[in-house]
């Protein structure tokens, strides 16, 4: 198991930029792959973008050539830069953590963190 905390959310403007970061507990946390996923009122759960152990990086369509996923195993540390935020990035952002392959799918996690929001005005 291990223990996961976002921060670094807030209200920002379309267009502006936040960057996310997830602390993680865990003497193996170079062993996990690493995700973020977000959720929006009255919506499922979608994965936003994952890194693997060897820091291979995969995104959701919606996000691709905006938000840049990446991870300090020095410092147990997950990383969001987002940029050119726009409304429909409005959401509560939480990271995750699976053992093995890394994964967008929302069931293939158990490792969840409380979630940091993210609000995008117009």
């Known amino acids: 198991q291990v223990q996961l905390g976002e921060s670094g959310g807030g209200s920002v403007q379309t267009g502006g930029s936040l960057r996310l970061s997830c602390a993680a507990s865990?003497?193996?946390?170079?062993?996990?792959?690493m995700a973020w996923f977000r959720q929006a009122p009255g919506k499922e759960r979608e994965g936003v973008a994952t890194?693997?152990?060897?820091?291979?990086?995969s995104y959701t369509e919606a996000v691709k050539g905006r938000f840049t996923i990446s991870r300090d195993n020095a410092k147990n540390a997950l990383y969001l830069q987002m940029n050119s935020l726009k409304p429909e990035d409005t959401a509560m952002y939480f990271c995750?953590?699976?053992?093995?392959?890394?994964?967008?799918?929302?069931?293939?996690?158990?490792?969840w963190g409380q979630g940091t929001q993210v609000t995008v005005s117009s």
């Open positions: 865990s003497y193996h946390y170079s062993g996990y792959s």
């Open positions: 890194i693997d152990t060897s820091s291979t990086t």
């Open positions: 995750a953590a699976r053992w093995g392959r890394s994964s967008l799918i929302r069931h293939e996690y158990v490792n």
